[in-house]
């Protein structure tokens, strides 16, 4: 499977691609996304934040988004139009979203972005992640971002290990991507195009595009007899 990232991730869906410009594979761009936001990044609230939101730092919010009251913004962060930020949201820095997202009820995003029409409505965790076009996340689902063990996370290209240079590197979600409810994405998963895992997954790797992964269980029922 290819990890390049114009095969993981529609450019055309964000109107940040610039950050991605010299990015042969699509993680190198976390690196980068603190010093992408210091050059271009110019605030500014043109959507409606409603009492009791708090806004800190650096932070756009375009046109007709709204962020509901105890969601929590800390800059730098740049939201697009039509987004939802729901009641308890919180980005704690480096935090792109594209247009018509959902950032949302007690989910926590850092260091990542988001493509347009991503959703993350619930629960969720997004550390150090790239969630491509139209990418969804059911409810309690984690991208873990940091190895138990010492070192970088290193991927899998070509037969060999690449250190990826990242300390914390979550997960890429490519587009139209659907995972479950509390589903764990350990540190480097790489989900492509169009793939789906089912709720209670532990992953790990790279998943193909256009692949489900189901979970096997084995239920067993017994005669109460108190």
Request: proline share 4%; charged share 20%.
């Amino acid at each position: 499977m290819s990890l390049l990232t114009s095969d993981l991730l529609d450019l055309n869906q964000t109107e940040h691609g610039l950050l991605f410009r010299d990015c042969k594979y699509p993680w190198e761009a976390l690196m980068h996304i603190d010093r992408y936001l210091e050059h271009h990044l110019k605030p500014e609230i043109r959507g409606l934040v409603a009492p009791g939101a708090v806004i800190e730092g650096s932070v756009f919010i375009g046109e007709g988004t709204v962020v509901e009251p105890h969601a929590y913004i800390k800059g730098p962060a740049w939201i697009g139009q039509g987004c939802q930020v729901r009641h308890g949201a919180y980005l704690r820095g480096n935090v792109i979203a594209g247009n018509n997202c959902v950032l949302g009820n007690s989910c926590e995003f850092k260091n990542s972005v988001l493509f347009n029409e991503a959703q993350v409505p619930h629960f969720d965790y997004v550390g150090d992640s790239i969630l491509g076009h139209h990418a969804h996340l059911a409810s309690g689902v984690t991208l873990s971002n940091l190895k138990i063990t010492k070192g970088n996370v290193e991927m899998m290209v070509d037969g060999s290990k690449v250190d990826t240079g990242l300390r914390k590197f979550g997960a890429i979600v490519g587009d139209h991507v659907d995972v479950g409810c509390h589903c764990v994405l350990n540190p480097g998963s790489i989900l492509g195009r169009h793939s789906m895992l089912y709720p209670n997954i532990s992953w790990r790797g790279i998943c193909p595009p256009n692949t489900i992964v189901k979970l096997d269980q084995q239920q067993h029922r017994v005669i109460r007899t108190q």
